[in-house]
């Protein structure tokens, strides 16, 4: 008998039959064991290579921390416009506003200014017109104010006050004018030959020929005269 006989010829009590359904059922249940190891092996096989590629896909944002994983609340600082800054506040510029002449130097006193007069012509003639040069100076410098420091010029002849700036507010200097260290101001004064009659009014009756003395006149200051000698 060859050894592999026993496998091809059933030996036993038993018909042949009953030794092959025997075999089938064993063949069968070790087919079903290695089937069910194959399936086992490629379900696992299958979960391996299906979480890789989803662990691989996985890329972290570059703006997350270690200890920032966890917070859904962005930073302050993320959530500000670099390109945005705070407002400046401007400190303010300088006053350039014009000083008065207050705040320059001090106002004129009378007793610190001198004055002279003159006039264009020592013959005037009834009728005509004298212009009367006045200036006005000063050793150190200072604001004249005409209204502090009035100035009046006053023609008489003899004792007759025949006219004065004081009978007409536009006929006199006006204003304040700055009178630089050892300079002066100047200004004219025109007299019409004519008698003034007080608020800006003259005399339409003609004066006569004779010696005419215009005095300048500084509230607590100096005088000076000019003498004329009219012709008819």
Not at 18 to 38: K, N, S
Request: include cysteine; charge should be positive.
């Amino acid at each position: 008998m060859t050894p592999l006989r026993g496998l091809t010829d059933p030996v036993g009590p038993e018909s042949p039959q009953t030794y092959w359904v025997r075999r089938l059922v064993l063949l069968a249940g070790v087919v079903a064991v290695v089937l069910v190891i194959v399936g086992i092996a490629r379900l696992i096989g299958g979960s391996e290579q299906s979480a890789a590629p989803a662990a691989s896909s996985f890329t972290p944002n570059p703006s997350w921390t270690d200890t920032a994983w966890g917070s859904a609340t962005p930073s302050a600082s993320s959530s500000v416009s670099p390109n945005r800054s705070a407002p400046r506040t401007q400190s303010p510029s300088p006053s350039t506003s014009p000083s008065t002449p207050s705040t320059l130097s001090a106002l004129c006193k009378g007793s610190q200014l001198s004055v002279k007069v003159t006039g264009d012509t020592k013959k005037p003639k009834v009728g005509g017109t004298e212009t009367f040069t006045v200036q006005v100076s000063s050793s150190a410098g200072c604001h004249w104010d005409t209204q502090k420091v009035k100035q009046t010029l006053t023609v008489t002849s003899g004792s007759d006050r025949v006219w004065s700036t004081d009978d007409c507010g536009s006929w006199g200097p006006k204003g304040v004018h700055e009178i630089k260290p050892k300079g002066s101001w100047t200004y004219e004064v025109s007299w019409p030959t004519k008698r003034s009659m007080g608020k800006c009014q003259l005399s339409q009756e003609p004066l006569g020929a004779g010696y005419y003395v215009a005095t300048v006149h500084l509230d607590g200051g100096p005088s000076r005269r000019f003498v004329m000698q009219m012709g008819a």
